[in-house]
């Protein structure tokens, strides 16, 4: 079995110490990193002042490695808990990246990943007293993929398993992107990368800003309020779905379907009876329903479940069935109970996600 654990890919460096406040995920009040404090995950959205993430960052930005470094404080500390011994089993890791910028971010990823860390951060005991904990993370093995394929291991080799030709579409924040697959794998000529549901997110503020004070909001912050749809304006609750459905369609409209006509032909549709959604934007009904009434008549539309989930799931299944040790040998003997743990880490622009594939987790 594969546990996920989800964090929002948001951060801020700070000054205050936060005592009493751990990042219910996370687990940590603040990360350290090169001398400064920073707020992470649903600590920094709910307590920080200007919470943000750039959109698609390089492994050479800081947001990268912060958002990696917590990431792998979470997997620790879920191993940590999990194994019996308290041995942390060597790590096998995948990512990766959108099509697009893929091949230019793969060597460095590679790098950054496979170097031995020492992550500092503070925690917070029940009581208030706040203290500085390390954790050494060492990754045996890293693996770089494209997202949609991470997306693809998923549906085909997942918990219900998918088989035949598809199109498979991935609703990203930052990047939308889709193919057809096949059983040997994605159609490169039908593959396509474009915005994603960032820019419904944008078309909401700007309707938004006509009647509506979103106090110096960042995008990050505006991309939950889209995601629920409403607000508290002078203690009172407003309502804002028509907005959503307006900037979803647009969304659609302008971006989504011109990009599938592009890619996609008519032959393609002949190979292909399903269409899979997956990513955050996935769980939009508003968008979903425009899938629906496209293609409803010529596919049948599924949505994978938990879509957001759906790359990590990937990436820790392709960790486990990709990995260049073979475990009947030396340390990783079938008879040795501490088997490698296999990981599934997809930095979104909007969230986040862990998997975690070890024995303890399967059984």
């Not at 700070?14 to 001398?35: C, H, M, Q, V, Y």
């Not at 993430?53 to 979470?74: C, G, H, R, S, W």
């Not at 500085?132 to 394929?149: A, G, K, W």
Request: a negative charge; glycine letters at 6%; hydrophobic letters at 35%.
């Amino acid at each position: 079995m594969i546990k996920t654990y989800s964090f929002p890919s948001v951060y801020e460096s700070t000054l205050r110490d936060f005592a009493t406040s751990n990042d219910p995920i996370l687990g940590f009040s603040k990360l350290k990193f090169e001398g400064v404090d920073y707020l992470v995950g649903l600590h920094a959205l709910n307590d920080g002042v200007s919470p943000h993430k750039f959109i698609n960052p390089m492994p050479e930005d800081l947001d990268y490695k912060i958002i990696t470094q917590a990431a792998l404080v979470v997997a620790n500390n879920a191993l940590q808990s999990e194994v019996k011994n308290g041995w942390i089993p060597k790590m096998i890791i995948t990512t990766g990246f959108p099509y697009a910028t893929y091949q230019f971010n793969k060597e460095a990823a590679e790098h950054y990943l496979k170097d031995e860390k020492i992550i500092s951060y503070f925690k917070s005991s029940d009581d208030g007293i706040l203290t500085s904990e390390q954790r050494i993370v060492s990754i045996s093995e890293v693996n770089i993929i494209p997202e949609l394929v991470g997306c693809d291991t998923a549906v085909r080799k997942g918990e219900n398993p998918l088989g035949g030709n598809f199109l498979i579409i991935s609703l990203g924040y930052g990047t939308c992107e889709g193919a057809v697959s096949t059983p040997e794998g994605l159609s490169v000529r039908t593959l396509f990368s474009t915005h994603g549901i960032s820019y419904a997110v944008n078309l909401f503020s700007q309707e938004l800003s006509k009647h509506t004070y979103l106090s110096m909001r960042t995008e990050h912050q505006v991309d939950h309020l889209f995601t629920k749809g409403f607000m508290y304006v002078n203690r009172k609750r407003r309502d804002f779905s028509n907005e959503k459905k307006m900037s979803l369609e647009m969304y659609y409209n302008n971006v989504v379907s011109p990009a599938i006509r592009r890619y996609i032909s008519d032959q393609d549709f002949e190979s292909v009876d399903k269409l899979v959604l997956a990513g955050g934007g996935a769980n939009h009904k508003d968008l979903l329903e425009m899938f629906r009434k496209e293609f409803g008549e010529l596919l049948n539309i599924t949505v994978f479940e938990n879509p957001e989930k759906c790359a990590s799931t990937g990436y820790a299944l392709y960790s486990k069935l990709n990995h260049s040790v073979n475990e009947k040998d030396g340390v990783f003997s079938t008879e040795n109970p501490d088997k490698p743990a296999y990981l599934g880490i997809d930095i979104g622009n909007a969230n986040t996600s862990v998997a975690v594939y070890h024995k303890s987790t399967a059984e």
